[in-house]
């Protein structure tokens, strides 16, 4: 089953500069998100198979 979930990322994501996994709940680096495309316990490091990233929004 494919879905997809959003977190809208707040200033105190920014404070603690990442957030915790939706899925898992593994702490994970905006930065390393963005490079990874999964939290730490994703890939070939840990079992959570969900894919993150992170858009910016554009509203007019
Ligand atoms: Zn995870």
Redesign the pocket.
Known sequence: MVGERRVRLTEGHCMENGLH?P??G?YTTISDIIATG??R??GGRGD?D?HLHVDVVIED
Do not use: K, L, M
Request: proline share 0%; net charge neutral.
């Open positions: 996994c899925a898992c593994t999964q939290c316990n994703g959570c969900v």
